[in-house]
Nanobody
């Protein structure tokens, strides 16, 4: 069973919109931050957006702020990326990722961190990627 499976990529004209979805397997629980990265040939994979375990906190790359929106549904174990006003520079392979949020102990109980942190420290889960092409 793959940990993460993306869908929704495709070809769109500049100024158009796309919605990417990612279905997480059962072992990727709501104790994970979820996010999207993208990669183009010759460049390093870059973080696009990340959402905290509760879904209340998000972070975005400067290049997509105001255009992209990340959301998650913990009941359905999914994360989505709504992309508006797409530009040719948004072209790339988009990868869904999950990172264990970790926890701290207070009053003798574990509390999962609720921060939008998706940077890969070698233990993230990754999907296989979906191609997004923005071209006239």
């Amino acid at each position: 069973q793959l940990p993460l499976v993306e869908s929704g990529g495709g070809l769109v004209q500049p100024g158009g919109s796309l919605r990417l979805s990612c279905a997480a397997s059962d072992f990727v629980s709501d104790n994970y931050s979820l996010g999207w990265f993208r990669q183009v040939p010759g460049k390093e994979r870059e973080e696009v957006a990340c959402i905290s375990t509760s879904g209340s906190k998000t972070s975005y790359a400067d290049s997509v702020k105001g255009r992209f929106t990340i959301t998650r549904d913990n009941a359905e174990n999914t994360v989505s990326l709504r992309m508006n006003t797409l530009e040719p520079e948004d072209t790339g392979i988009y990868y869904c990722t999950a990172r264990d949020a970790g926890y701290f102990v207070t009053a003798h109980r574990r509390v999962v961190h609720d921060r939008p942190e998706c940077e890969d420290r070698g233990k993230n889960y990754w999907g296989q990627g979906t191609q997004v092409t923005v071209s006239a």
